[in-house]
RNA sequence: GGAGAGGUGGCAGAGUGGUUGAAUGCGCUUGACUCGAAAUCAAGUUUAGGGUAACACCUAACGGGGGUUCGAAUCCCCCCCUCUCCGCCA
């Protein structure tokens, strides 16, 4: 959610910044609402003001002693009931004009960070920097789902009879290695200060609400009609709910949490994309990293995130490059975000593996996750800050296609050795 | 699925129509006493919106919504949630 003062302060300099995600947004009308708003509130508190007045005086005198049938006593009564029909009119105009306030700016996305290129769309995005040499292959290099169904590592067809298109299993080696690579990041993060949760895997339309993924993108979310439950397409989404209309102190922050779940995407609107393999699937596995931070240290916590996410990538020696969003092609709910890429060489190109984001305090405002120090007076919203950390299937499928040898096998990554006790998937493996 | 109990401030827990935003206890903050601490005493300690230069001040909120009343945490109706026991079940 935005921040309403700010806009109210400084309309001009807001939607200009807002502006430049690109597209309209119905400002004007939100300012008109507030204000319409803001006018009906104080007449309706006047109104109550003197009606509660005359609660207290006609309550006074009964006590006193003074008959309930006393003229002066009734005339109160008139009054009260007289302000009571004028409330019931502006009640339901104030409730309404608040409704579609509300409902309004649930759709308008955050502000994009001052710091944050200014793009149209994702071509305009800018590389921040590479890590690792891009293993270019000599001969042709099989693209990661061949390898995997030539060594056995998963089953598509029957995966379509037992679910759908866009399942997969995994299988024997497979299997396991995706297991190995949740638990080798899992383990990781635990070491650098991450504290490991595992959360529901439905959620509530509060939950989704709160971090913006409804209202706007209902249609890319599982949902279990008869339940008011959505299965999450994110780990982001129970996580930062934890503390939803929480007060924290001060001293609590910053908080760290990691988490594997499965995540569920329609992936509505993606047809025809992405169809083999691992890439852009119904189901996948994620590692997931978020924070609650102090809004002054959020740019800092931000950068340290993406450094805790490359880490993985750098451990497992995966080359990938980092890739500053422009303001184009930034996520609803984000002001700043980075975006890791693995090299996958059998298409010659980067994908993304991790999308590390900072979200000021716009989930914050949604989920009412504040925080207040020992003397102070009023609240503040927290920061909340995510990534993955990373997404399984497609490092499984940068493994697969980075680590294949001459002979047809895969070599294991030396940090995963220890996990899958070998030092090569090959098609006997399993 | 069946039966019952309950949802009040950071926590515990009173409160069945009247000046109760809410007793009391715990916790916390500040002050006094003390060399310091403990103990003790005193004061303070919810959130949101509006309003103000800043205070003051006003409004709302006792799970949510509606109703009765001059007045509701308290009475009535509907809904939601939690807990316990039984059944079923990984």
Redesign the pocket.
Same mark, same amino acid.
């Given at each position: 959610m935005i921040d309403l003062?700010q806009l109210r302060e400084n309309p001009q300099a807001f939607g200009d910044r807002l502006r430049r995600r690109g597209g309209d947004f119905d400002l004007e009308r939100i300012l008109e609402l507030d204000a319409q708003q803001?006018q009906l509130?104080?007449q309706?508190?006047?109104l109550? &003001?003197r009606?509660?007045? %005359?609660? &207290?005086l006609?309550?006074?005198k %009964? @006590?006193s002693g003074v008959p309930?049938t006393d003229p002066e006593i009734q005339a109160? @009564?008139t009054e009260?009931?007289d302000l009571?029909q004028q409330l019931s009119d502006l009640e339901p105009q104030e409730r309404q004009l608040k409704e579609e306030l509300e409902r309004l700016l649930l759709t308008i996305p955050n502000l994009p960070s001052e710091t944050t290129p200014i793009g149209r769309d994702e071509t305009e995005n800018v590389e921040v920097r590479r890590w690792g040499d891009e293993y270019k292959p000599t001969q042709p290099c099989q693209p990661h789902w061949d390898i995997a169904t030539q060594l056995g590592l998963w089953e598509v067809e029957r995966s379509v009879k037992v679910a759908q298109s866009r399942f997969v299993t995994l299988w024997g080696m497979g299997a396991a290695l995706e297991r190995a690579l949740i638990q080798f990041m899992l383990d990781t993060h635990r070491e650098r200060g991450y504290v490991e949760v595992l959360p529901p895997l439905l959620v509530n339309t509060a939950s989704l609400t709160a971090t913006g993924q409804l209202p706007k993108f209902a249609e890319e979310s599982f949902r279990c009609a008869d339940d008011d439950l959505w299965l999450i397409p994110t780990a982001e989404v129970p996580l930062t709910n934890l503390y939803r209309e929480e %007060?924290l102190a001060a001293e609590q922050l910053p908080i760290y949490h990691c988490a594997y779940t499965p995540c569920f995407r329609r992936e509505a609107g993606s047809y025809g994309k992405d169809t083999r393999g691992l890439i852009r699937l119904h189901q996948f596995n994620k590692v997931e990293l978020v924070k609650f931070v102090h809004p002054e240290t959020s740019a800092a916590e931000h950068e340290a995130l993406v450094a805790d996410a490359e880490f993985i990538l750098q451990a497992l020696k995966l080359p990938y490059r980092v890739v500053e969003l422009c303001t184009g092609d930034l996520g609803f709910a984000a002001m700043k975000c980075y975006d890791l890429e693995v090299w996958l060489p059998a298409a010659g190109c980067y994908r993304e593996i991790s999308s590390c984001s900072n979200f000021g305090d716009f989930q914050a405002r949604r989920a009412k996750i504040?925080f @207040?120090g020992?003397?102070q007076k009023?609240?503040q919203f927290v920061h909340t800050l995510n990534g993955s950390g990373l997404a399984v299937g497609r490092t499984m499928a940068a493994i697969l296609e980075n680590y294949q040898q001459a002979d047809g096998t895969v070599r294991v990554p030396e940090v995963l050795q220890p996990y899958l006790k070998c030092s090569h998937i090959g098609r006997a493996a399993s």
């Open positions: 003062k803001r509130e104080q309706r508190s006047r109550q &003001a009606s509660n007045e %005359i609660g &207290a006609v309550g006074r %009964i @006590k309930p109160l @009564k009260a009931n009571k %007060i504040r @207040k020992a003397k009023g609240t």
